[in-house]
Structure formats: C-alpha cells, structure tokens
C-alpha cells in the first residue's frame, strides 16, 4: 500500500520543535534498525536488505527535508534546527560508512538470489564502504576518519578565502564611460573618483561595459589574484590531502578515485575525453577569436590579438552589433505564467502525464504551489484509479523573497520506493512574479530545473532507497536538465506559450531565428574554456602533489590557445577557482553531460521535439531506471546504440 499521506512537505509547515522531535526519531529508528540488523543470525538475507533499505531511506529523507528547509524555510529558527539536524545526520552517516560490523552483515548477503537491480544495489553500496576505507584495519580506519575531516576544514578555508578577499581598483569617473546608468547611479564618485570592486555586480558589467581597457585590466588582474597568498598553501595542502588519502585507500591518485564510479571510470579516460574536447573546439573557439580581433580592429587599428580583459567586452559588441538581438522585445513573449503553463504542457504532452494541483497542501510558504503529477488518462471524475496512476508530488517555490536561497536549483524530498513511498520533490527558483515578465535565460533555467524535477519523479519508483530517484553517476545528472533547456529553442515549442504579454501575439519568427543566431555566437570560446578548466581541474589531481599550481595552470593554457582568459604574468586564477573544492577532479562532468545531451537531441529532432512517441521511450528506458543500472546501458537502450560524440561536434561545427 503507498503511504500517500502524511507528505513530506506537511513537516515543514509543523512548529519547529516537531521537526527536531521528528529529526531525533529518525535518527533513534535508524540505530535501532542497525542494531537489529546487526544482531540477525546468518541466513535472513531478505530481512538484512530490508533494514538497511530503510535505513537508507529515513536517512535520506531526513536529509532531504533538513537540506531543502535550511534553504527555504522563512523562519530562522527553523533553518537553524535544520542545520542542527543535517549535522547529527552527516555524523551518523560518518559512523556507518566505517562500520565493520554492517558491511560484515550485508557482504554475506548471497548476491546470487537477488535480482539485478538489487545485485547492482548491493554492488554499489559494498563498493561505498570500501571507498570509505571500511574494510580496512583500525589505524587505517582512524587514519581515512581524520583525513575526511581536515579535507572537510581545507575546502572550507579554500572557499571562505575566496569570499572573503574581495579587491577593488579606484579609477577616475570617467574611465567607467559605457557602463549603463543604472549602476553608475550606484556608483556615485568621490573627488572624481569610483571604486569597483571583484564582487560579481561589479566585475561583470566593467568587464562586459567599461570602454576603457585600462579599467578591464586593472580589475581582471585583481579578480584573479583574489586568495592570494592565502590559498597557495591551502591549495596545497588540499592536494597533498587528497593525494593521501587516495593512496592510502590502494588508488594511484585522486583523480583514479573519484572518477572510478563516475561514467567515465578512470582518469585516463577523463583525460582522453578533455584532449577530445581540445581537438573539437579548437576551430570553432578560432573562428570566435578571429570575429573578436576583427571587431576590436575597427578600435585599435593593426592590432594582433585580444587580450584577457578584452573578452567580454568585444564579444558584447561582436552580439548586438551583428546580431542585433533585443533582448527587451525578446523578454515581452515571457511572462510567468505563460511561461510554467508552457513548461507543464510540453511536458505533459511530452512524457504523458498530467498535473493537478493541490489546493490543500500544507508547505513551508503560502508562495509554493503544489502538484500531483499522474499518467494520462487519469480523471479526476474517477478518483478510484488515483492511486495506481499517481506518480509523484512537486511544490514549486519560485520567487525571491528574504533569507531564501538565492540560485535556481532542484531539491529531492522524498525518495521514492515501488509500493512503499511516493517521491516529492521541489523547484527552488527565483523568478519574477505572475505578471512579470522573464528573460529568455531564465525560461532556460526554467526547463533546466524542470528537467531534474521530472528525472526524481520518474526514477523514484525503484524498488530500494539506494537506486531510486536520482542516483545515478555524477557525470549523467545533468543530461536530463541539459536535454529539456533545448525545447525553449525549438520554434515550434516557443511558439506554444510565448505570447507578447500586452497584445497576446505569438513570438514572431525573426525574433526566434535572431534569438537562435545570438546564442550560437561564441560557443567555441565558452566550450573551449569549459574544457581548458576541466584539464586544470583534472591535472591538479592526477599527479604526486607538491608542484607548482601556478606553473600547471600557465602550461595548460598554453594546450588550450588561442583562448588564454584565465592566466597572465604575476596573477592566479587557480586560487580563486572555488569549484576546485567541490568538484575536485571532474569539472569536466558538465561537458561530459552535453556530450550525450546533444546525441539524445539528434531522436528528437529527428522525430519531432513535440513528439510523445519519442519521449515516452525516452522516459521509460532513460528517465524511469533511475540508479538501477548503468547510465550508459540506459542511453544505449534508448538510442539503440552507444552515445557518441558526433553531435557535439556537429553543434560545434555549427551544422
Ligand atoms: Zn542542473
């Protein structure tokens, strides 16, 4: 029977006390569980997967909610008892992860008798207790715990650095000619004077704006000594970490340890797929430059190159001059309505379902909306057929407001599990209101979230915690999202929701083709330099530490020309580079997803973006095996071959 009720989301609308009260009954459930578990004689395989399934499941849920509320919830002391919470939780994750005696238990659990998907359930879950240095005996297993915690401190004090080293340049008034007068407004001068500063509303309209290149320069050299010194031996130090920990866990690296359960496998695969991506963008990112070196000759006539500082600004010129887009009468066909209308009926007619809203539901903000997503053909005249076709439940939370997340993101609330529990999940976004109008990057983000909110609703029907929902590789989680961001692209698709919010026309077709034609302008640029900090990234992690970061990042670059954005003589980006502690060695995941995005794209341009046909195939082999298999037997499934890189390519080639 499907616990369709109590959701979720009703605990975060209880007092606070009732979400600690809850929090510590997870936690007490989930020990006593372990004891049990623990305690089985030989010979319960059944009753031992069963406990730890649930284990898996209170922990992970308990997790979810506390991670979404610390985020969302509009009062303090609620987000406080959240962090309260995650803390107790991660702890006890912690204290699991190198217990010997649960991995005793669930290693003499007979693979043989399970099914496949729970052989490769328990395939990853012993391979996650191996990595966690389990297995291993009580000095290492000391060892790997104090490791983990000062890697958790390093990255802390890398970003925090970052943050914290904000720089400014104080320039003559004048000098910020071309800058809109919004910010200049914003900006008063003293005694003729204006200081700018490395924060992001600052450095990205100077760099984008400043006619002056001595400004651009002045103020990129300080972006990109930001956490200098301070991060050279923090730096350092979280190499020297990780290296050791990594070796000490039997792998060469790094790099070979954190890319072993990801797609790509090995570290050497992930660096045959960056040198791939070099060779790829390296006539597209010339042609950009070439278009870039040609506009900024018309202001300094013979020049040869464009510099560092010159970037953005000439590729802002490169787009209106040449493109000419509007983005003022472009954002006219978006208001927030239309747009989600348009987001839940391509979707709807896409994957075959149908959203109805819960007008009772109990949340966190009387902003969110609530949604029950059902396969087609349920009507609510005939609620008998509810349950068998109710597939899961989403909230959308999408404006700001204060002491609100301030980025776009997805949030998993419950995780799914075939005949136990619906999965929930939330859209956290940061939209205009209804009424408002969106720009065409934000009705990008907007199918993006959209895209990893359908993959946890479609993949939450596994029948264990472990593989349900979105848990898959690392380097496949951004397919989905990456796929669904090109329908706001596609003609046909624009045209059914965009309409001129004053005369209610539909997109003209100019616009789109100018929309089309603008986007296209400087891929080989971006693309290149995705994949020039993926080999920075990569290289930092696949070697004995103790070199010279500096040094790596100058000669990577010099791989990666004609771009060269990130370093010059005296500066260093790599101190600044934050996802470095997130992301360790695989930035190049994102591009990995595009990769196999773009193939997926080829069926549906072949078949028809609005085709139901395509996508229902595409949901029941992609979307629905969540975790349960390898991602890449799941898109060979789909595509009735493997993945390849030849759509990327020809999207580089501009074909
Ligand atoms: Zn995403």
Not at 114 to 119: C, E, K, R, T, Y
Not at 138 to 152: C, D, G, I, P, W
Not at 556 to 582: A, C, M, V
């Amino acid at each position: 029977m499907l616990t369709a009720t109590p959701h979720a989301a009703d605990l975060l609308a209880k007092p606070v006390a009732d979400f600690t009260a809850t929090c510590d009954a997870t936690l007490a459930r989930a020990k006593a569980a372990i004891t049990e578990l623990k305690a089985l004689p030989a010979g319960n395989d059944a009753k031992v997967l069963a406990l730890y399934d649930e284990v898996t499941s209170l922990m992970g849920n308990m997790g979810a909610r506390a991670g979404l509320a610390k985020e969302v919830h509009p009062d303090d002391a609620f987000r406080e008892a959240c962090e309260t919470c995650e803390q107790q939780l991660e702890a006890y994750n912690v204290e699991l992860s190198l217990d010997r005696g649960l991995y005793d238990a669930l290693s003499k659990v007979d693979q043989k008798s399970l099914d496949p998907i729970g052989a490769f359930w328990l395939f990853k879950t012993l391979r996650e207790f191996r990595r966690a240095g389990v297995d291993r005996d009580e000095a290492t297993r000391a060892k790997v715990k104090s490791l983990n915690e000062e890697l958790v401190k390093i990255g802390q004090a890398f970003g925090r650095n970052i943050r914290d080293d904000v720089r400014s340049v104080t320039v003559d008034a004048h000098e910020l000619d071309g800058l809109p007068s919004d910010w200049l407004a914003a900006h008063p001068a003293k005694d003729g004077k204006i200081t700018v500063t490395t924060n992001t509303p600052d450095y990205l309209p100077v760099m984008i704006y400043a006619k002056s290149g001595n400004v651009r320069e002045q103020l990129w050299r300080a972006y990109r000594t930001r956490a200098f010194p301070q991060n050279v031996e923090v730096l350092n130090s979280l190499l020297a970490k990780r290296h050791e920990l990594a070796t000490l866990l039997g792998y060469e690296t790094w790099a070979a340890y954190v890319t072993e359960t990801k797609m790509v496998k090995s570290a050497k695969a992930a660096a045959d797929f960056i040198e791939r991506g070099r060779v790829a963008t390296e006539a597209r990112a010339k042609a950009d430059m070439d278009q870039l070196l040609a506009r900024k000759k018309k202001d300094v006539p013979g020049a040869t190159s464009v510099e560092p500082w010159e970037h953005q600004f000439y590729e802002d010129r490169v787009k209106a001059e040449s493109y000419g887009l509007d983005s003022q009468a472009l954002r006219s066909y978006f208001e927030y309505g239309n747009v989600k209308q348009g987001v839940m009926d391509i979707t709807a007619t896409l994957f075959g379902v149908r959203y109805v809203k819960v007008t009772d539901a109990k949340t966190w903000h009387a902003d969110v909306e609530t949604w029950e997503i059902f396969d087609e053909g349920f009507s609510p005249a005939a609620p008998a057929a509810k349950t068998a076709q109710l597939l899961g439940r989403i909230h959308l939370d999408m404006h700001p407001r204060e002491g609100k997340y301030k980025h776009a993101a997805q949030f998993g609330l419950t995780v799914g599990r075939a005949s136990k529990e619906l999965p929930e999940a939330v859209l956290v976004c940061n939209f205009p209101r209804p009424g408002e109008l969106l720009q065409h990057s934000d009705v990008e983000t907007f199918f993006h979230e959209f895209g990893h909110l359908l993959h946890e609703i479609f993949a939450g029907r596994q029948p264990w915690a472990g593989v349900s929902g979105i848990r898959t590789e690392w380097d496949f989680v951004e397919v989905p999202s990456m796929l669904l961001q090109e329908w706001p692209l596609d003609g046909a698709a624009l045209k059914t929701f965009s309409k001129h919010h004053l005369t209610g026309a539909a997109i003209p077709d100019a616009l789109v083709e100018q929309l089309k034609r603008a986007k296209e302008f400087g891929v080989g640029v971006d693309t290149r330099r995705q994949f020039f900090l993926s080999a920075v990234s990569l290289a930092f992690h696949d070697r004995k530490p103790g070199f010279d970061t500096a040094e790596v990042l100058k000669e990577t670059q010099e791989k990666f020309l004609p771009i060269r954005r990130e370093w010059s003589s005296g500066t260093h980006f790599e101190l600044g580079f934050g996802h470095l502690d997130g992301y360790s060695a695989i930035y190049y995941t994102y591009q990995w997803s595009t990769v196999i995005a773009k193939d997926l794209l080829t069926q549906f341009r072949a078949g028809g973006m609005l085709d139901g046909k395509i996508a229902t195939q595409y949901r029941k082999k992609v979307l629905e095996p969540g975790g349960s298999r390898e991602a890449g037997a799941l898109v060979q499934d789909f595509l009735g071959r493997p993945y390849s890189f030849d759509a990327f390519q020809q999207w580089l080639d501009g074909k």
